[in-house]
Every structure is written in structure tokens, then in C-alpha cells.
């Protein structure tokens, strides 16, 4: 069973503070994603990373940075919090095989930014 | 860009009742792009629902099925008989052009009461 885990569950941060989530996957994937969650507006992709040193900005970048220091981890950077990033953050790696890529989501990290 | 548009908002159905969720799509790439549906059932993250990657084929799982319409762009969610455990959000989802980065809507929550 491919497995996904992020950390943390929930964060509470501060405006202006710096916030670090973690996303480890076992699934020996080379595609990993962030995407954030919000209401009305679904999925929206951050930055995704097609191997260990890769990282690509996604559809809505500002104000975050990632990083992929190997294949199982890929962390998403807010440097600077602000109130606008409170939002469901979603890791997933990608399956590209069988001819179309499958994601596999961890359970999200729910972060609150004051 | 790549673009996907399903039923917005919740949708209520009785328990044993049949549903439909409408899913249209707009893909850029030449070619056809793999069409997905996953399903986040409360405190998880998002799982595979179903895939179809072939034009006219249909996907089915747990009860659910979609046909891959390529004519009608479309790619709509059905079940003959719903029970209250399908109750979760649902993302209609495509790839397309071996482009790596999947598109979503915004999600369809389903309630289904008993």
C-alpha cells in the first residue's frame, strides 16, 4: 500500500513567522505535489518536484518555496505566514505508471496562520 | 490551460436514491488527457475513486462508474443506489500531453442521509 505521511496535522503559526511542512512518502515515486485546499476553489497546485533536487513552481507559487532533498521527502517553505495562507495543505507523490499518473495523498496539514 | 468544471457545492441524496455528479472537462494538449475521479472521505486525504485513460471506455469502483465521453468532453459520476458511508467530497481530475501536473475541480460534497 503506497503511503504518504505529512507533518503536522495541524499548525497554528504567526503572522510574519516562518512555517515548515513535511511530507515524506515510501512509495519510491518520482513525482511528489502541494496543493493547497480551499473552499471554492478546490485543489490549487503549489510546487511539485519530479525527482530528489527538483522543484517546479505550480500554478500559485507566491510566497512559498519547496524543497526535495531526496526522493522520499519534499517540504513546503512559508518564509513569511501571512493570514492568507491559512488554508488545508495536501502532499501527494505520483504513480506514473500504467499509463496515466495516479496521485497518492497524505491525510493533510491544517494550517491556521494569526 | 487544462481545465475542469463539476457540480458545485453539496448535493443531498437518500440513502438507496440514485447520483449523478456532472464533470465536463477542457484539455489543451493534443490528444486525448487520462480523466480521473477521487473521493475524500472526512479526515483523509484524497484517494483513487476511478480512472479511465481511453476514450468511450467506462471505470468503475465500489458501486461508482463514469464513461469517458470525448464528444461531450464530459466524464459524470454515477451510482445506481448511494449509501450513507459514500458520504465524502468528490474531485473530478484530468492529465493531459504527459503532463505531470493534474488538474481538479473544485470538489462535490456529498451528503447522504439515511
Known amino acids: 500500500e503506497a503511503a504518504v505521511t505529512q507533518s503536522p496535522r495541524n499548525k497554528v503559526a504567526v503572522t510574519g513567522g516562518k512555517v515548515t511542512l513535511s511530507c515524506n512518502q515510501t512509495?519510491?515515486?518520482?513525482?511528489m505535489y502541494w496543493y493547497r485546499q480551499d473552499t471554492g476553489h478546490g485543489l490549487r497546485l503549489i510546487h511539485y518536484?519530479?525527482?530528489?533536487?527538483?522543484?517546479e513552481k505550480g500554478d500559485i507559487p507566491d510566497g512559498y518555496k519547496a524543497s526535495r532533498p531526496s526522493q522520499e521527502n519534499f517540504s513546503l517553505i512559508l518564509e513569511l505566514a501571512t493570514p492568507s495562507q491559512t488554508s488545508v495543505y495536501f502532499c501527494?507523490?505520483?504513480?506514473?505508471?500504467?499509463?496515466?499518473?495516479?496521485?497518492?495523498f497524505g491525510s493533510g496539514t491544517r494550517l491556521t496562520v494569526l | 490551460g487544462d481545465s475542469v468544471t463539476q457540480t458545485e457545492g453539496q448535493v443531498t441524496v437518500s440513502e438507496s436514491k440514485s447520483l449523478i455528479i456532472n464533470c465536463t472537462y477542457s484539455a489543451t494538449s493534443i490528444g486525448y488527457p487520462n480523466l480521473f475521479w477521487y473521493v475524500r472521505y472526512p479526515g483523509e486525504g484524497l484517494q483513487l475513486l476511478l480512472k479511465?485513460?481511453?476514450?468511450?471506455q467506462k471505470g468503475s469502483s465500489r458501486g461508482f462508474e463514469a464513461t469517458y465521453n470525448k464528444e461531450a468532453t464530459s466524464f459524470h459520476l454515477q451510482k445506481a443506489s448511494v449509501q450513507e458511508s459514500d458520504s465524502a467530497v468528490y474531485y473530478c481530475?484530468?492529465?493531459?500531453?504527459?503532463?505531470?501536473?493534474?488538474?481538479f475541480g473544485k470538489g462535490t460534497s456529498l451528503v447522504v442521509h439515511p
Open positions: 512509495n519510491n515515486h518520482n513525482n
Open positions: 479511465v485513460i481511453t476514450a468511450g
Open positions: 518536484s519530479y525527482g530528489a533536487g527538483s522543484t
Open positions: 481530475a484530468l492529465n493531459s500531453g504527459g503532463n505531470y501536473k493534474p488538474t
Open positions: 501527494a507523490s505520483g504513480d506514473t505508471g500504467a499509463g496515466a499518473e495516479t496521485l497518492y
